[in-house]
């Protein structure tokens, strides 16, 4: 009997202790949020938070999330005045469910974590995100009722929630009215529910015409102080080249001076970092202003119509470094682009 137990005892102590050390050390942050000067600390923590929610160890690109303290260079954010602005974390396999530390990103305008694995429901707490321009949430398997807080989120102009396990029976006043407001949100949620459907459709048509006729651009590359004048031009070249004013998204495109506020386009110590611009209808050639955006670490234009033929040298140079961009755009070109 003493033996006995002498043996379970141990061997249970043994057993146990090992497997909870084991499972409850992940791999440390390099990441010092209180050390770091990008961002505040609060929103760094978010993060880390989102990172550690969504099983940022496998997303598809993490490149410096956690590893580093220049949080701005992080892939799929974007900085602007020492706050982060905006988040394009879409297509990026993020599973679990979004965690109520988003709401320190205080100066967030756009928050894209479409077409991910995200689960659970919506936080009301998303409320706070006051700046929000842009909630995108759409192709998650998101489920439960819209929080009727989001009615909150007065500057919202763009929603998309399509494709998830969303409740359709918003009986929130307030939150219908925010809803249903035409000139604010893209037709998306309202094609999921069954009495605006029909409605919907039309709609989309009718706004699909006043856009193709391009506004003036009010943006002055000359007295705007985000980026240097170059890159500007080079930003408005892009758009113009590719039928900026049909792209799915333009949000900012040429109507403003806060070029690193505009939709996909992420800056670092006053320079275009990265563009985010991949499945966003743009069609047409690449132009060669292009290689004025000399800082440019990520560049993502997949899944759009645009010409693979590349004939300028320069041009070409710039898109083949590979130290340079993700594989999105190469992966689309022709075998023979590289030679040519």
Same mark, same amino acid.
Request: proline letters at 8%; aromatic letters at 8%.
């Given at each position: $009997? *003493? =033996? %006995? #137990? /002498? +043996?379970? !005892? &141990?061997?249970?102590?043994? @057993?146990? $202790? *090992? =497997? %909870? #050390? /084991? +499972?409850? !050390? &992940?791999?440390?942050?390099? @990441?010092?949020?209180?050390?770091?000067? /990008?961002?505040?600390?609060?929103?760094?923590?978010?993060?880390?938070?989102?990172?550690?929610?969504?099983?940022?160890?496998?997303?598809?690109?993490?490149?410096?999330?956690?590893?580093?303290?220049?949080?701005?260079?992080?892939?799929?954010?974007?900085?602007?005045?020492?706050?982060?602005?905006?988040?394009?974390?879409?297509?990026?396999?993020?599973?679990?469910?979004?965690?109520?530390?988003?709401?320190?990103?205080?100066n967030?305008?756009?928050?894209?974590?479409?077409?991910?694995?995200?689960?659970?429901?919506?936080?009301?707490?998303?409320?706070?995100?006051?700046?929000?321009?842009?909630?995108?949430?759409?192709?998650?398997?998101?489920?439960?009722?819209?929080?009727?807080?989001?009615?909150?989120?007065?500057?919202?102009?763009?929603?998309?929630?399509?494709?998830?396990?969303?409740?359709?029976?918003?009986?929130?006043?307030?939150?219908?009215t925010?809803?249903?407001?035409?000139?604010?949100?893209?037709d998306?949620?309202?094609?999921?529910?069954?009495?605006?459907?029909?409605?919907?459709?039309?709609?989309?048509?009718?706004?699909?015409?006043?856009?193709?006729?391009?506004?003036?651009?009010?943006?002055d590359?000359?007295?705007?102080t985000a980026?240097?004048?170059?890159?500007?031009?080079?930003?408005?070249?892009?758009?113009?080249?590719?039928?900026?004013?049909?792209?799915?998204?333009?949000?900012?495109?040429g109507q403003?001076?806060?070029?690193?506020?505009?939709y996909?386009?992420?800056?670092?110590?006053?320079?275009?970092?990265?563009?985010?611009?991949?499945?966003?209808?743009?069609?047409?050639?690449?132009?060669?202003?292009l290689?004025?955006?000399?800082?440019?670490?990520?560049?993502?234009?997949?899944n759009?119509?645009?010409?693979?033929?590349?004939?300028?040298?320069?041009?070409?140079?710039?898109?083949?470094?590979p130290n340079?961009?993700?594989?999105?755009w190469?992966?689309?070109?022709?075998?023979?682009?590289?030679?040519?």
């Amino acid at each position: $009997t *003493p =033996t %006995s #137990d /002498a +043996t379970a !005892t &141990p061997t249970s102590d043994a @057993t146990a $202790t *090992p =497997t %909870s #050390d /084991a +499972t409850a !050390t &992940p791999n440390p942050f390099i @990441t010092d949020c209180a050390a770091q000067t /990008a961002v505040p600390q609060a929103e760094c923590g978010a993060l880390l938070a989102l990172y550690t929610a969504t099983d940022g160890a496998n997303w598809i690109a993490k490149n410096g999330w956690g590893q580093n303290n220049n949080v701005c260079s992080w892939y799929g954010v974007s900085c602007a005045d020492g706050s982060v602005s905006a988040l394009y974390l879409d297509e990026n396999q993020l599973r679990g469910a979004i965690p109520p530390e988003l709401v320190n990103l205080a100066n967030l305008q756009t928050l894209r974590l479409d077409t991910n694995q995200l689960s659970g429901s919506i936080p009301p707490e998303l409320d706070r995100l006051t700046n929000l321009i842009r909630l995108d949430l759409a192709d998650n398997q998101l489920r439960g009722s819209i929080p009727p807080e989001l009615a909150n989120l007065t500057n919202v102009r763009y929603l998309y929630l399509a494709n998830n396990e969303l409740d359709p029976n918003v009986t929130d006043a307030a939150l219908l009215t925010w809803l249903n407001d035409p000139n604010k949100f893209s037709d998306d949620w309202r094609n999921q529910r069954v009495p605006a459907t029909p409605t919907a459709t039309p709609t989309t048509e009718a706004t699909a015409t006043p856009t193709a006729t391009p506004n003036p651009f009010i943006t002055d590359c000359a007295t705007q102080t985000a980026v240097p004048q170059a890159e500007c031009g080079a930003l408005l070249a892009l758009y113009t080249a590719t039928d900026g004013a049909n792209w799915k998204d333009n949000s900012g495109w040429g109507q403003n001076n806060g070029v690193c506020n505009w939709y996909g386009v992420s800056c670092a110590d006053g320079s275009v970092s990265a563009l985010y611009l991949d499945t966003n209808q743009l069609r047409g050639a690449i132009p060669p202003a292009l290689t004025n955006l000399t800082n440019v670490s990520y560049l993502y234009l997949a899944n759009n119509q645009l010409d693979p033929n590349v004939t300028d040298a320069a041009l070409l140079a710039w898109l083949n470094d590979p130290n340079k961009f993700s594989d999105d755009w190469r992966d689309q070109r022709a075998p023979a682009t590289p030679t040519a």
